[in-house]
């Protein structure tokens, strides 16, 4: 069983970074693809940045330039660092992990999930 405990959320003013960690099972980072979903409140959850098994990555267009996703196999711990944020970036984060090479944007293929840290940033 894959456990995933993500943290680093908080509040923010605009313009300003925050740095999510997501802590995996031993194995977790370098066996399976990995990936940063939100959820807005009142809106479906959304991929916002993705890593393959190889650390490939790919970034949902609102976030690119901005958000880096990266990890660190040695440590099983998957990061978000969030640049420039913006109020419309409020939402609760997650950490998903599937056990495809590559797994995608559809929330629905992820086979694990995190319980979600809360990023608000305000104008």
């Known amino acids: 069983q894959v456990q995933l405990v993500e943290s680093g959320g908080g509040s923010v003013q605009a313009g300003g970074s925050l740095r999510l960690s997501c802590a995996a099972s031993?194995?977790?980072?370098?066996?399976?693809?990995m990936g940063w979903f939100r959820q807005a409140p009142g809106k479906e959850r959304e991929g916002v940045a993705i890593i393959s098994r190889d650390g490939g990555t790919s970034y949902a267009d609102s976030v690119k330039g901005r958000f880096t996703i990266s990890k660190d196999n040695a440590k099983n711990t998957l990061f978000l660092q969030m640049n420039s944020l913006k109020p419309e970036d409020t939402a609760m984060y997650y950490c998903?992990?599937?056990?495809?090479?590559?797994?995608?944007?559809?929330?629905?293929?992820?086979?694990?999930w995190g319980q979600g840290t809360q990023v608000t940033v305000s104008s």
């Open positions: 998903a992990a599937d056990r495809g090479f590559f797994g995608g944007w559809d929330a629905d293929k992820y086979d694990y």
């Open positions: 031993q194995y977790t980072s370098s066996r399976y693809s």
